[in-house]
C-alpha cells in the first residue's frame, strides 16, 4: 500500500513567515489543494499530513488551538487518514520532529499495511526532504522557498511548483519534474 505524506505549511496552506497560524482564521488554504487531495484520495491508499507544530512548545498556542484549525483545514480539503503533529522545539532534537522520521514510523505502527519504500513525502522544506528520504520515501519538492534542490538534488525526486501540479502529474509518472 502505497501513502502520500503530506506537509502542511507552504504545501496546503500559506506559510506566515517567521510566524505560526496559531488560530483557523489565520489559517489561509492555497489554491487547488481540494482538487489535488481529490486526485490524491484516488491513487493513494492513505493520506496523511506530517507536520512539526513548535507553536505549541513554545506556548504560542494549545493543542486545542492545533485541532480547530485542522478542524477547518479539513473542511477545505476533504477527509485525510491522520495528521500527525510535533509540539517539540526544535531544540529538544525531538525523535518525532522532522527530519526526524518518528511521525513516518508511527503512521507505520498505526496502518500497518503501507509500505514507506513505496510511499511519497511533498513538502515545500529541506526538513520534509531529509524525512522523507531518510524513512526511505520518494521525495517531492514543491514551492519555491527552499533551495534543497539547488544545494542537494540528490535528495530531491520530483519538483513541482504546486500539489495541484505533482497531483495532475501522478497519471503521468511524475515524468514533469522541472521548473525554472
Ligand atoms: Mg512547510
Known sequence: MS???LDRDGVLNVLRPNDYVKSPDELVMLPGVKEALDICRRR???LFIVTNQQGIGKGLMTEAD???IHRKLLEAVGPVDRIYHCPDLERSHS???KPNIGMALQARRDYPDIRLKDSVMVGDSKTDILFGRRAGMTTVLVGCNSTVATDAPHLVDY???TLLDF???LPKGLQ???FA
Do not use: D, G, K
Open 3 to 5: 501513502a502520500l505524506f
Open 44 to 46: 493513494f491508499s492513505h
Open 66 to 68: 492545533l485541532e480547530a
Open 95 to 97: 525523535f518525532r520532529r
Open 159 to 161: 519538483r513541482f511548483p
Open 167 to 169: 497531483a495532475q502529474n
Open 176 to 178: 514533469n519534474t522541472n
